[in-house]
């Protein structure tokens, strides 16, 4: 048994993740007074909410480590822009130079999490988030913004489609699915175009055996899923996974995948990007749907 978690409530979280990174927002954009967009800081962050995982009481500790990472990275030049409002409405992006994807792009914003939800879809606030990371990119003199997504939709990956839609081109990809985005903000300068760093394109070793399951702290849900809910799951298959957190700028750059949230790999294969493929009820249909019948010990 999974004790007190709600597995539909997780598969929703995830499913959210997957459909509302991104929408085909409105042009409008709000000017209601009450609601502005507020970038947090090193010293709000402790009484600020970061619009996931809110009140989810198995994810507590995760939730405070994502906040102590978003104030460790702050010292980078990370951010993290929200709607003022208690909702699942922000964006978050910094300096290609130090980004915790393996992505070659030092003279560009590269873009982390994403997401519009719930009530607050179709009132512009999409594009007003993106025009906000846009002309941080500017005044910083950065090039414009780079964004990792799927070839196809992935949960915890911006929505492609949309992105070219708002003039974004594709720069680069991987034979697993990964492409990489970008957008100029103009200046006149020239630069290197982004590319996916050799760890990328390179991915597992070929020789590697069983289930590997790369994760890290940017995102407040997958310290307690990885750890309570995976293990649980590989428990009762008889299988042992092999846990590695990027838990350090350099790993997170050096990692085979570009997914370092959460990346599920069985042997040197690439699966998913799905956390709640760590649900008993959901293990062994994703695995099934990427073509993993069977996996070893």
Not at 120 to 149: H, I, N, P, S, W
Not at 268 to 275: Q, W
């Amino acid at each position: 048994m999974w004790g007190e978690m709600k597995q539909s409530a997780l598969i929703g979280v995830m499913a959210a993740c997957a459909d509302n990174v991104l929408y085909p927002w409105s042009h409008s954009m709000s000017t209601e007074p009450d609601m502005p967009l507020v970038t947090l800081t090193p010293e709000t962050l402790p009484n600020e909410h970061i619009c996931c995982a809110i009140s989810d009481k198995k994810c507590v500790e995760g939730y405070a480590a994502k906040k102590q990472w978003l104030a460790q990275e702050y010292e980078r030049g990370y951010r993290f822009t929200r709607l003022d409002e208690r909702g699942k409405v922000f964006l978050e992006y910094g300096p290609g130079a130090e980004c915790w994807q393996p992505v070659l792009a030092p003279e560009w914003m590269v873009m982390g999490c994403f997401w519009v939800s719930g009530k607050f879809k179709q009132q512009g606030y999409g594009k007003a988030l993106l025009q906000a990371g846009l002309e941080d990119a500017r005044q910083q003199g950065l090039a414009g913004m780079v964004a990792v997504v799927g070839k196809k939709k992935m949960h915890f990956q911006s929505d492609g489609k949309w992105l070219l839609k708002q003039g974004f081109r594709e720069v680069d990809e991987l034979e697993n699915g990964f492409s990489l985005l970008a957008l100029e903000v103009g200046g006149g300068r020239t630069v290197a175009a982004p590319l996916f760093a050799d760890s990328a394109k390179a991915g597992l070793s070929p020789d590697t055996k069983g289930m590997t399951v790369f994760y890290s702290n940017r995102c407040p849900f997958t310290e307690f899923h990885i750890h309570s809910s995976l293990m649980q799951t590989c428990e009762k298959r008889g299988l042992t996974p092999r846990i590695v957190k990027l838990d350090s700028l350099e790993k997170a750059r050096t990692a085979p995948t570009p997914a370092t949230i959460f990346s599920l790999f069985v042997d040197d294969r690439f699966v998913t990007t799905d956390l709640s493929v760590c649900m008993d009820s959901r293990f062994d249909k994703i695995l099934e749907k990427a073509g993993e019948k069977a996996v070893s010990g």
